[in-house]
């Protein structure tokens, strides 16, 4: 049920800022420069810009690096078919006492309805998850039915790198998490990555000042496609 890799739940950083509900806590690259991330919006409420992400959802909604919940939380409360994954155990446990479906799982790992799913979410940075955008994109449109909807948060500027990370609190040198890797894509970048596999183009937005680009799958056969129901929820 693991996955091999578990970057955020090796963090001893990003757990105690889950459980604490605030930072600060950052993302770390190997020439020092700092990413701030945001754990007290994580740790709220869905928040207006997050509300109408979720008016775009269509379906049954898989939430990959769910974190604390909010999303999942949100949609459960409507009555929407949601899951939640993410490798923190902390967050994961987090949105089950919220309410919300969640799994200890990696994207990467075998999920349940794979191939059924009508949106997938990919917020808050996550589309950076592994470093290898191309792999995670292929790994999405396994998950996602055909025509299904891919919802992802870029980069606030039109960048791409790939590098390693840590998750730190600059606060507390002894507070390092593991390095991993990891991916940064603005809007462009990752047009330029999805169209290339086949992507199209559904939607761009910029709300409150973050950025999200909307993706369709193809249409392609399914028949032989191996489906996985691992798990219960």
């Known amino acids: 049920m693991l996955t091999t890799a578990v970057p955020w739940a090796a963090s001893d950083p990003y757990t105690t800022a889950l459980l604490a509900g605030r930072g600060p806590l950052y993302l770390r690259r190997t020439d020092g420069w700092l990413l701030p991330l945001d754990v007290e919006r994580w740790c709220a409420r869905a928040d207006p810009v997050d509300l109408e992400v979720l008016d775009h959802c269509e379906g049954a909604v898989l939430d990959v690096g769910c974190g604390p919940g909010r ?10 078919t949601v ?22 799982r990696s994207v990467f790992d075998p999920l349940p309805d794979e191939g059924r799913w009508d949106t997938v979410l990919l917020m808050d940075g996550n589309v950076g998850i592994g470093g290898d955008p191309r792999a995670l994109l292929a790994r999405v449109d396994a998950l996602l039915a055909p025509e299904g909807l891919l919802i992802v ?16 609190d600059v606060t ?24 290339t596999a086949g992507w199209r183009p ?22 032989s496609a191996a489906r996985s129901d691992a798990g219960s929820w």
């Open 172 to 195: 507390d040198a002894r507070a390092v998490g593991c390095p991993f890797a990891w991916a940064r894509l603005g809007t462009p970048a990752l047009l330029r990555h999805a169209v």
């Open 202 to 223: 559904a939607a761009q937005w910029v709300s409150g000042e973050r950025r999200f680009a909307a993706l369709r799958n193809g249409c392609r056969d399914r028949s």
């Open 83 to 104: 899951l939640g994954i993410d490798v923190s155990e902390t967050a994961v446990a987090r949105t089950v006492r919220l309410g919300g479906q969640s799994l200890l």
């Open 71 to 80: 999303l999942v939380s949100e949609l459960t409360a409507h009555g929407r």
């Open 153 to 168: 948060e870029t980069d606030e500027i039109d960048v791409y790198e790939r590098t390693q990370m840590q998750v730190v």
